[in-house]
């Protein structure tokens, strides 16, 4: 099991780092694509109000078809040249709403840890379809804005809350911190996840051109701390979320996509919610 998660994951960053590297922004941008169609098909076996269905991986394609047509609309358009132009250019009020939905409405959902519901919710659904829709948008537009540099910054946040929770969760952990959603996990490690989040981004701060440099241009270090544990706290948000998702459909893994790992949500569970704000707050510095 444990060769076949690392297989898995060489040759998932192998792709990832050959996408970034490209000349054109088309592969990464397909990549993202490929990545939001599968999430969103796997997101919706878990939340459709009849399973099976045909319709999540309808949905799903369909989905795709609109991210590869908006993003041919994108290609001949001038870099962004305002805070306010990439804040438009993401979504605007659209996924503004969607951060403001992730941090009040699924955090509520998150404490209350209602596991024993039916997984079936249109308004779950509908709401899938619209956080992958917002994250994908804020991660293409990051990316055509600033480059590859500068996104990858951004999931290495991501990446270090994850790594950082598991092994902090596992030496120091003793308090669960959502025991009926998912009772590994414990508030050490998530203190841990946040910590070591919030000291890379202060410490990127210093490389031009990676997410904390952007803010660090526009607030104090001591401020982009705080946010950047803003961010790594949501993201365990999406992590949980999903995990009640999978409780109420009552299954362990969202797919078997990625052998070893699950499915691509499962993958990228922390990337939805924190995508948007880190947009927004990209916007907002590039304000100043």
């Given amino acids: 099991m444990l060769k076949q998660r690392v297989i898995t994951a060489i040759v998932l960053l192998a792709v990832l780092l050959a996408a970034l590297l490209a000349p054109s922004a088309w592969p990464l941008v397909i990549l993202l694509a490929v990545a939001a169609v599968c999430a969103l098909w796997e997101w919706l076996r878990l939340t459709w109000t009849r399973r099976p269905s045909p319709i999540p991986l309808v949905v799903a394609v369909l989905l795709g078809i609109i991210m590869c047509s908006a993003a041919a609309q994108w290609a001949p358009l001038p870099p962004v040249q305002s805070g306010l132009e990439l804040f438009h250019r993401g979504g605007g009020w659209l996924t503004m709403g969607m951060a403001a939905v992730w941090i009040v409405g699924i955090t509520l959902l998150v404490v209350q840890g209602e596991t024993g519901r039916a997984p079936g919710s249109l308004v779950l659904s509908v709401f899938g379809l619209l956080a992958v829709w917002t994250a994908w948008v804020s991660l293409t537009q990051l990316y055509l804005a600033y480059g590859a540099w500068f996104l990858v910054s951004f999931l290495a946040l991501i990446w270090l809350a994850d790594i950082a929770a598991y092994f902090c969760g596992k030496a120091f952990g003793k308090h669960k911190l959502a025991p009926r959603v998912s009772p590994g ?16 981004v202060c410490a990127s701060a210093f490389w031009e051109g990676s997410f904390g440099h952007v803010l660090s241009q526009r607030w104090h270090l001591a401020l982009v701390f705080i946010i950047a544990a803003g961010l790594a706290a949501v993201s365990i948000v999406g992590d949980l979320f999903e995990s009640l998702l999978k409780r109420r459909a009552n299954v362990k893994d969202s797919s078997q996509l990625l052998p070893g790992h699950g499915g691509v949500y499962d993958r990228i569970d922390a990337l939805l919610p924190t995508a948007p704000l880190a947009l927004l707050l990209t916007a907002a510095a590039a304000s100043s």
């Fill in 185 to 200: 996990k414990t508030w050490e490690g998530a203190l841990g996840g946040v910590v070591a989040a919030a000291i890379w």
